[in-house]
């Protein structure tokens, strides 16, 4: 196809003729699809239909021979720290296990870093006025969301192949407002990069102007590989440990997107210095983690194996859905400029990049078809992206037929508002 | 027995070294028994044993047709919240299910308070400079460290065994700076008093200096009778609706010493705008509570009259280790005057009072015997009780046949310590 940009303004206004009676056409279906967010599909859950019936009548004892249905056990059950000991890089001894949600956990060290204040600081960063986090972006919804709650200033990095700007982030971190960074480093939720080795090198050892800046590590989807390539992320703690700031990151991964979205266990991982200080808050808040469920995880995953058989068995699954929805905008918006996207190896999102101005007319049209897409803007701090241009894509909950229907009006739409745009400019 | 404080010198000194004579004896036993906290038994929690294979294969969806294993539901279960109306004495839409710990709600609760304010406030209390909290003594510690951790300044109200000294309570409460109060209003720990309707009626309806005042009512023994007796608590929100303040009761419960201490439901219940406020919050943190272990609550508690089955069950077992307490009480310190303790109707404790300045020796004696009891001064505000009178036994996990040993170690240890005592004063 020519680019939008080469056709004759005549040319575009037929074209727009065209695809607004398939618009009509879609509308008339009477769809109803959702690509909100990265939720597993049922089939997924399907595969840790195990755990319904688990741990099981008389089985509640843990390795450590303790009741795992009575009080305490602050820091989880060990025989699930050293499950996840891989997942997380760290040993076993310097991991905690929550209940079902890695963002809760985010959210309470920040609440303690807030309120009490974090190893290594001077106290509360709450009583040091303003303070700002730096966001990649395009980044997580939910991330930005915590720093909004809590009146922590937002600054932009941009994002490159290799993980954030680090020259921005080198330049950024030298103000002693900033204490905190977001960070997906693998699969990153939106655009699937991978942050290389030296990206992570220079993160964990960089000069800050805080003392007590602290990367927050959401190591989200380490295991959600979608092809067969298996990048090996440089391991954060390791690095901050070798560069001398050992107490820099915190950790964080869930089982929400391996066995049970809204019922899986959450892990934090970091220094034995922030182990210590997570836990002592943490006791202070809870008697101790819904350690029956540790049980139930611990019993399904047991076999040698499980839980990359497990992450093959989601790929199967999900692999098709990212296909579906790459080959369809390839097929109707290939060659037209209207639209670049990731084909990610990993993780839970397509990002779709449209013309400047045109993400929030595609997210319009989408709804007129029937679909809901993730807002425009999501993508950016305070759900503003300043060039509205930004879509993410979450293929995983439709079934495969849903997708392409999904996929389809997401070409349609896209085409169809890059083209009224490039009228609207070209008079 | 003739009061410690009748006995001569000479008596006094003979009688303490038959007692000496005795913990020798003891001591030689080799016990090793804990009444440190109020943890459910073993035989406890098999009375749960059901929950252990539940929900079972193919039972995900709650009534509503959602599938419980997935995200989402912030709110949780309206099955669980119906279930729970009555115990929490409001509407199923006033309730949200959280997981596992109501001390993690009112942890969550007084964080949010502390980093945005509440409904009808003027913004975060950690602006507002020094903040306090009233807490009835003797109290429980969780509560208290809570409000330490944070900065929280305790003001101690005595209690009454209609609940707290209102006159007290009313006067400080008129301090702007008194933000909180914590009450746990039935069965009280470790009092076991339960607040009398014009108690309840006037923390719901007195003057507050500060508009934004919070009561943390931490109902957690609603159900937890140990007697045919069955008090009826004035429903906080009810009372306060009617007086006016309908924000003030933030009302707390949850399943752990109803299911299983470490994997059950926590409840908050408030009015509508704390609510709305409270799941706005929680909605920031997560994607929503587990509520796989909802359903399986659902489940098992969905016969007519299974919870009220349950409870009559935990009082079977419980009942006979507080009478082996009290009567072993009786029974060695009758008449003496060393020791003045509760006879629960409910809850999880007894309250016994020893002579000023004798518990941390009772608790130091004790140890010495083996048996671990809670630290003396728990009860009050920074673990400092001023008189050094205050002890909680909590006779609910060890065994009948332990309890009784430990009963007859702590009336050994009392009459020890008072008669030490006497012998100084009569110095």
Known sequence: MRPLSDQSPETLRASLAVLQERYAVLKGRGLKLDMTRGKPAPEQLDLSEGLLALPGNRDHFTEAGEDARNYGGIQGLAEVRRLFSGVLGAPPEQIAVGNNSSLALMHDCLVYALLKGVPGGAGPWSREGEIRFLCPVPGYDRHFALCETYGIIMERVPMTPDGPDMGAVEDRVRDPRVKGMWCVPQYSNPGGETYADDTVERLAGMRTGAPDFRLFWDNAYALHHLTEH????????????AAGQPERPFVFAS????????AGLAFFAASPANLRWYLANVGKRSIGPDKLNQLRHAR???????????????????APKFKAVTDTLERHLAGTGAARWTIPQGGYFILLEVPEGCASRVVELAAGCGLAMTPAGATHPYGRDPQDRTLRLAPSYPSLAEVEAAAEVIALCTLLAATEARIRQAR
Chains 1, 2 share one sequence.
């Not at 298996?230 to 440990?241: H, Q, Y």
């Not at 089982?255 to 809204?262: E, M, P």
């Not at 040698?304 to 999900?318: I, N, Q, T, V, Y």
């Open 300 to 318: 399904f995953l047991a076999q040698e194996g499980a839980l990359d058989r497990l992450m093959e068995s989601h790929r199967r699954l999900l």
């Open 230 to 241: 298996r990048p090996v992320l440089r391991n954060v703690l390791e690095a901050a440990a």
């Open 255 to 262: 089982t929400s997107k391996v066995t049970l979205a809204g």
